[in-house]
């Protein structure tokens, strides 16, 4: 029963130029990377925050989505690596902001970030903070089957408060025992 949090991930694109490349920036980071449009299906993993990006650009073309040349500059105010999804979040706000309203079904957005993720990343993640990413609505928790995807808004009472505790302890999917599941 995951639930929608008050923080986003942000991206502002522009048309890229007439050399072809998608050029991403973090301004949370300070970092930059760069690849050229025609070339994202033969990209490898760099092991970088930048790989969300990429391998959600190579899902869209391979779901048939022309992906532009642009420039993209990305803010976050979901913290990274606190179990808050930012990953998920990155990944849905790239294929926002690069499919151009070309991917309308939710649920295939949904499926399209989870595979960016497996298939580009590596990490071998369930589809529910995806889910949440798109799915989440204020003042509701998502019952969702994992399975079937069937889900089920489920309203939370206006007394209930929900605290999110920073613990300091950073989360890592990728050294834990999840790869091994």
């Known amino acids: 029963m995951p639930i929608a949090i008050d923080m986003a991930c942000f991206i502002a694109a522009a048309p890229g130029s007439a050399d072809g490349r998608l050029r991403i920036h973090s301004a949370d980071l300070g970092e930059s990377h760069e690849e050229i449009v025609a070339g994202l299906g033969s990209v490898e993993p760099r092991h970088a925050w930048s790989d969300y990006v990429i391998g959600v650009a190579q899902q869209l073309v391979k779901f048939g989505?022309?992906?532009?040349?642009?420039?993209l500059l990305i803010h976050s105010t979901v913290p990274v690596g606190a179990g808050l999804s930012s990953s998920a979040a990155l990944e849905v706000s790239t294929a926002l902001a690069l499919s151009r309203g070309a991917v309308t079904d939710k649920l295939e957005l949904v499926k399209?970030?989870?595979?960016?993720?497996?298939?580009?990343?590596?990490?071998?993640?369930?589809?529910?903070?995806?889910?949440?990413?798109?799915?989440?609505?204020?003042?509701?928790?998502?019952?969702?089957?994992?399975r079937s995807l069937e889900f089920e808004e489920v309203p939370l009472p206006d007394n209930v408060a929900i605290v999110a505790v920073n613990s300091m302890v950073k989360h890592e999917l990728g050294t834990s025992a999840y790869r091994q599941r």
Do not use: T, W, Y
Not at 65 to 71: K, M, S, T
Not at 134 to 143: D, R
């Open 112 to 146: 399209l970030c989870r595979r960016a993720e497996n298939e580009f990343v590596g990490m071998p993640c369930g589809i529910m903070d995806q889910f949440i990413s798109v799915f989440g609505k204020a003042h509701c928790a998502i019952k969702l089957d994992c």
């Open 65 to 71: 989505v022309a992906v532009q040349p642009a420039d």
